[in-house]
């Protein structure tokens, strides 16, 4: 099992019951006037995630850090 917080990581779906009961909900990234919102640096390094609304975000505001 790889640690939490690997790009390698085993992608699991986070809707458990009590998520499912209050519906899906897509976070809207970068929608808040100059809010310091960014996305952690293991989502970007992910190849096989990349839902619409992370790559709308990343096209207008590229990854300040990626090791």
Do not use: A, C, W
Request: charged letters at 25%.
């Amino acid at each position: 099992m790889t640690p939490k917080g690997q790009p390698d990581g085993e992608i699991r779906n986070s809707m458990t019951f009590f998520y499912r009961l209050l519906g899906k909900n897509e976070r809207r990234l970068g929608e808040k006037v100059n809010g310091s919102e960014g996305v952690h640096h293991t989502t970007v390094m992910r190849k096989e995630y990349k839902p619409e609304n992370l790559r709308t975000f990343l096209s207008t505001n590229p990854p300040t850090y990626v090791p």
